[in-house]
C-alpha cells in the first residue's frame, strides 16, 4: 500500500501530462485547418515553434502551442490572425497584446474539441521579427522590426529554438520529419544535449542576458550538459 501511494502522484502527473498532449495536439490541428480556410499563403507562413517542437523531437509530453507569422509573406501579422482565430472558436475567448507584436488568444469558455474541453487554453502568436536592443538593455528590445522567418531564426537565443512546424503540415497532427530545420544543425544539437547559438554567442547574451536563466532551465528540465556555444557562429545566411 505504500508502495501504491507513493506511485500515485506520479500516476497522476502521467495522466494529466497525456490530457495536456491531446488538447495540444487537437489545437495544432485545429489551426492548421482554420489557417488553411485563412489562404494558402496563411497556412504556409504560420508555424508552431518553441516547447511543443522540442517535445516532440524528445518524445516529451507537448504542452504548449506557440505560433509564428511571417507577416511579411503573409500579408498579415499576429494581431489580425489571432481576431480572425477567435472569431472561429464558438464561445468567450479574449486576447492579450504586448508591444512585440505578440497577440495570446485566451480562450475562457467552454469548448469541445475531438472531445476535449479547451477552456482555460491558449495561443501565442508571435510576428517572425528582427530585435533592436540599446546599449543599456535589460534583455527587452528597444524596437522590433517584422522580418522573413529566415531573419528571425538569427534572433533566437539556442539552435533547438529555430526548430519549426509548418501549419500546413499539421492538419493529421505534428509529425517530425515535417520538422524545418533551418540552421541545418538545430535537431542534432538537441539530440546530443548542446546548447549553441545561431548567431553570434557574445552578442546574443549581451542583447538579453536573461537568456542565461533560460539556458540553466534547459538544463533542469532537459538535463542538458553540453555547452557549444564557443562553436557558435552565424549559421544562416
Known amino acids: 500500500k505504500v508502495a501504491e501511494a507513493r506511485r500515485a502522484p506520479f500516476a497522476l502527473r502521467a495522466l494529466l501530462e497525456d490530457d495536456e498532449q491531446a488538447k495540444s495536439v487537437a489545437l495544432m490541428k485545429w489551426l492548421a485547418v482554420q489557417t488553411k480556410r485563412l489562404g494558402t499563403k496563411i497556412a504556409n507562413n504560420t508555424y508552431v515553434v518553441g516547447g511543443a517542437v522540442r517535445d516532440l523531437v524528445l518524445d516529451k509530453p507537448i504542452k504548449d502551442v506557440d505560433v509564428v507569422i511571417d507577416a511579411v509573406r503573409a500579408g498579415h501579422d499576429s494581431r489580425w490572425l489571432a481576431k480572425q482565430l477567435m472569431a472561429r472558436i464558438p464561445n468567450e475567448t479574449s486576447v492579450v497584446e504586448d508591444d512585440l507584436g505578440v497577440s495570446v488568444v485566451q480562450v475562457k469558455g467552454a ?10 487554453q491558449s495561443i501565442d502568436i508571435a510576428n517572425a521579427r528582427e530585435e533592436s536592443y540599446g546599449d543599456r538593455s535589460k534583455g527587452k528590445p528597444a524596437t522590433v522590426t517584422p522580418v522573413k522567418i529566415e531573419k528571425d531564426v538569427k534572433r533566437r537565443e539556442f539552435t533547438f ?33 548542446r546548447m549553441c547559438t545561431p548567431a553570434d554567442p557574445d552578442k546574443t547574451f549581451r542583447d538579453d542576458p536573461t537568456r542565461m536563466a ?10 542538458f550538459t553540453g555547452f557549444g556555444w564557443w562553436e557558435a557562429q552565424s549559421l544562416v545566411g
Open 111 to 120: 469548448w469541445m474539441l475531438d472531445g476535449l474541453d479547451m477552456q482555460g
Open 161 to 193: 529554438n529555430t526548430l519549426m512546424l509548418r501549419m500546413a503540415d499539421l492538419a493529421k497532427g505534428p509529425d517530425k520529419r515535417d520538422i524545418i530545420d533551418m540552421t541545418g544543425c538545430g535537431l542534432d544539437d538537441l539530440r546530443a544535449g
Open 214 to 223: 533560460r539556458a540553466l532551465k534547459f538544463m533542469a528540465k532537459y538535463g
